[in-house]
């Protein structure tokens, strides 16, 4: 492991730079990224980690990135990884930590699953700040005249616990404290960490965090966090929270674990100004992007390049055996399985995910993440079919080999991101978030259309009557299909999306469609990781997977 000394000078940072936050990792000042950013720093080449359509159990997307970084490292390029921070709700639910596994690490594992350098506390009290002063507000006379009819602000949590989903506030002893209706979002679901991962400095920070819509008027006019004079403390809060937490893999390659809005939520990337720190500092910046092409491909490309004004210059598309066969019919228990039928027919998914590169204008690399399982006909199966595509297969074994095992992963992003290419996003600036949202599920999910509620309608009415129907769509869907219904494997056609209701972020600065039933504030599975977790006489904390 690099001492901060070492990873300074290995992101060609001046010694002191980094704020400790630990004897392994540091932040980074907003004013250091900015300076090498707006001064004119040499920017690296981008690759874009995402994903075929995962299982519930994650298809190895860190374990390849980190990998990816580390293969490059090993033959003397420098590589940059940009990852989200964990959410303790998946780190204790079904899917556990989120930094890796076996030689694939990001370090100090324990302490970036458990919270870190406190970034999503900040997250979760800066948002839950902002329902307070609201219900102040109203308490002392409530002068702006809000509604009480209408629900704005979620409060955020970082744990799963489906019973918070809806809630009744007030209601108590005291009569200026009517009961209302209220519900809570996990903490990475919560609009203030989109904020927080899309914001170039303090001054934007403060801004989009005023900009956050808090209700309505009686009139139906908009009141923003700005008229409760709430954005100054929520900067506060938010203060350290924002500067790039600096970190390393196993094997010492830096890495910049910042932020985390979820993927089938928010946007599902790395902080900005990570990634701005990641492209000025190395040859390589490795962004890791939540769940699949048309989630986190298609909004790393439409929401999150726009701010940063440059493109994906190369893409790896990450493929396990175990989601061809789910994709290809074969049950949860049965995937663990050789199947190469059912494999054979789940590259039907791998297809549309290949074209939603294409239409997105990105040259890809598909890495095929091994598990100990994998049968040599279902690999040749897959070879064959991307053979058919023009696409390449490489393997990745990152996992059991560390670096080592994506050494030839690394030839390859390097081969294609020398291209020349570069992203773009599936519309141009100023279509209106139904148009945007018709092209998402017509090019990239294969259906045949949308149709909205009749109350997403009259939320879209009243957003273009505020003012608040410009910039990108974010869609909140499951990851499990191509489509808006996780029973809908493969490669559907022709469905007709429904578009269940619109929530304008203003302060993120888009707007949030929801298709289908989505859960912002997840519940814990019969046996939750948590069950396994545990700390040893000499404070050693164990079974954190």
């Given at each position: 492991?690099?001492?901060?000394?070492?990873?300074?000078?290995?992101?060609?940072l001046?010694?002191?730079?980094?704020?400790?936050?630990g004897?392994?990792?540091?932040?980074?000042?907003?004013?250091?990224?900015?300076r090498?950013?707006?001064?004119g720093?040499?920017?690296?080449?981008?690759v874009?980690?995402?994903?075929?359509?995962?299982t519930?159990?994650?298809?190895?997307?860190?374990v390849?990135?980190?990998g990816?970084?580390?293969?490059m490292?090993?033959e003397?390029h420098g590589?940059?990884?940009?990852l989200r921070q964990?959410s303790?709700?998946p780190?204790?639910?079904?899917?556990?930590?989120a930094t890796?596994?076996?030689?694939?690490?990001?370090e100090?594992?324990?302490?970036?699953?458990?919270?870190?350098?406190?970034?999503?506390?900040?997250?979760?009290?800066?948002?839950?700040?902002?329902?307070?002063l609201?219900?102040?507000?109203?308490?002392?006379?409530?002068p702006?005249?809000?509604r009480r009819?209408?629900e704005?602000?979620?409060?955020?949590?970082?744990?799963?616990?489906?019973?918070?989903?809806?809630?009744?506030?007030?209601?108590g002893?005291?009569?200026k404290?009517?009961?209302?209706?209220?519900?809570?979002?996990?903490t990475?679901?919560?609009?203030?960490?989109?904020?927080?991962?899309?914001?170039?400095?303090?001054?934007?920070?403060k801004?989009?965090?005023?900009?956050?819509l808090?209700?309505?008027?009686e009139?139906?006019?908009a009141?923003?966090?700005?008229?409760?004079?709430?954005e100054g403390a929520l900067?506060?809060?938010?203060r350290?929270?924002?500067?790039?937490n600096v970190?390393?893999t196993?094997?010492?390659?830096?890495?910049?674990?910042?932020?985390?809005?979820?993927?089938?939520?928010?946007?599902?990337?790395?902080?900005?100004?990570?990634?701005?720190?990641?492209l000025?500092t190395?040859?390589?910046?490795?962004?890791e992007?939540?769940?699949?092409?048309e989630?986190?491909?298609?909004?790393?490309?439409?929401?999150?390049?726009?701010?940063l004004?440059?493109?994906?210059?190369a893409?790896?598309?990450?493929?396990?055996?175990?989601?061809?066969?789910?994709?290809?019919?074969?049950?949860?228990?049965?995937s663990?399985?050789?199947?190469?039928?059912?494999?054979?027919?789940?590259?039907?998914?791998?297809?549309?995910?290949?074209?939603n590169?294409?239409?997105?204008g990105?040259?890809?690399v598909?890495?095929?993440?091994?598990f100990p399982?994998?049968?040599?006909?279902?690999?040749?199966?897959?070879?064959a079919f991307c053979?058919?595509?023009?696409?390449?297969?490489?393997?990745?074994?990152?996992?059991?080999?560390?670096g080592a095992?994506?050494?030839?992963?690394?030839?390859?992003?390097?081969a294609?991101a020398?291209?020349?290419?570069?992203?773009?996003?599936?519309?141009?600036p100023?279509?209106?978030?139904?148009?945007?949202l018709?092209a998402?599920?017509?090019?990239?999910?294969?259906?045949?259309?949308?149709a909205a509620?009749a109350?997403a309608?009259?939320?879209?009415?009243?957003m273009v009557?505020?003012?608040?129907s410009q910039?990108?769509?974010?869609?909140?869907?499951?990851?499990l299909s191509?489509?808006?219904?996780?029973?809908?494997?493969g490669?559907?056609?022709?469905?007709v999306?429904?578009?269940?209701?619109y929530?304008?972020?203003?302060?993120?600065?888009?707007?949030?469609?929801?298709?289908?039933?989505?859960t912002?504030?997840?519940?814990l599975?019969?046996h939750?990781?948590?069950?396994?977790?545990?700390?040893?006489?000499?404070?050693?904390?164990?079974?954190?997977?």
């Amino acid at each position: 492991m690099k001492s901060l000394g070492e990873l300074e000078e290995a992101l060609g940072l001046g010694p002191g730079t980094l704020r400790p936050a630990g004897a392994d990792s540091g932040k980074v000042p907003v004013a250091t990224v900015r300076r090498l950013v707006d001064g004119g720093a040499r920017r690296g080449k981008l690759v874009l980690v995402t994903a075929m359509t995962p299982t519930r159990h994650g298809e190895g997307k860190t374990v390849t990135a980190i990998g990816l970084a580390d293969g490059m490292a090993a033959e003397g390029h420098g590589a940059t990884l940009c990852l989200r921070q964990p959410s303790l709700g998946p780190v204790f639910g079904i899917k556990g930590g989120a930094t890796g596994g076996g030689r694939a690490t990001v370090e100090p594992s324990v302490r970036i699953n458990l919270g870190f350098t406190g970034d999503f506390h900040a997250v979760a009290d800066a948002s839950n700040l902002l329902c307070a002063l609201v219900e102040n507000h109203r308490y002392h006379g409530n002068p702006l005249g809000l509604r009480r009819d209408r629900e704005f602000l979620p409060r955020a949590l970082d744990v799963e616990d489906r019973a918070l989903r809806r809630v009744t506030t007030g209601g108590g002893l005291d009569p200026k404290l009517p009961a209302a209706p209220g519900s809570f979002v996990i903490t990475a679901a919560s609009e203030v960490m989109a904020i927080l991962a899309l914001a170039r400095d303090y001054p934007d920070l403060k801004a989009r965090l005023g900009r956050i819509l808090v209700g309505l008027r009686e009139d139906g006019t908009a009141v923003r966090a700005s008229a409760l004079r709430a954005e100054g403390a929520l900067t506060a809060i938010l203060r350290d929270a924002l500067e790039p937490n600096v970190t390393q893999t196993a094997e010492g390659t830096p890495a910049i674990v910042h932020a985390g809005p979820f993927g089938n939520v928010a946007h599902g990337t790395a902080s900005r100004l990570a990634i701005e720190l990641g492209l000025a500092t190395s040859e390589y910046c490795l962004v890791e992007a939540g769940f699949s092409t048309e989630l986190g491909a298609e909004k790393f490309v439409d929401i999150v390049t726009p701010e940063l004004g440059v493109g994906v210059d190369a893409g790896v598309l990450v493929v396990t055996l175990r989601a061809l066969r789910v994709q290809g019919g074969a049950s949860d228990s049965a995937s663990a399985r050789p199947d190469t039928a059912a494999t054979e027919r789940g590259c039907a998914n791998l297809e549309q995910h290949l074209d939603n590169l294409a239409t997105l204008g990105i040259a890809a690399v598909v890495a095929l993440n091994r598990f100990p399982g994998d049968s040599p006909e279902e690999i040749a199966a897959v070879r064959a079919f991307c053979r058919s595509r023009g696409a390449e297969v490489v393997e990745s074994r990152a996992f059991e080999n560390g670096g080592a095992g994506a050494v030839d992963l690394a030839r390859a992003v390097r081969a294609v991101a020398a291209l020349g290419r570069r992203s773009r996003p599936l519309l141009p600036p100023g279509a209106g978030p139904a148009e945007q949202l018709r092209a998402i599920v017509t090019r990239l999910y294969g259906g045949a259309g949308i149709a909205a509620s009749a109350a997403a309608e009259e939320e879209l009415a009243e957003m273009v009557r505020l003012g608040e129907s410009q910039g990108p769509v974010c869609v909140a869907k499951t990851p499990l299909s191509l489509s808006h219904d996780p029973n809908l494997l493969g490669r559907p056609r022709g469905f007709v999306a429904p578009v269940k209701r619109y929530t304008r972020w203003a302060g993120a600065g888009f707007t949030v469609a929801y298709l289908g039933p989505v859960t912002t504030m997840p519940g814990l599975p019969a046996h939750p990781s948590s069950e396994r977790i545990d700390v040893e006489a000499d404070g050693t904390i164990v079974g954190l997977l």
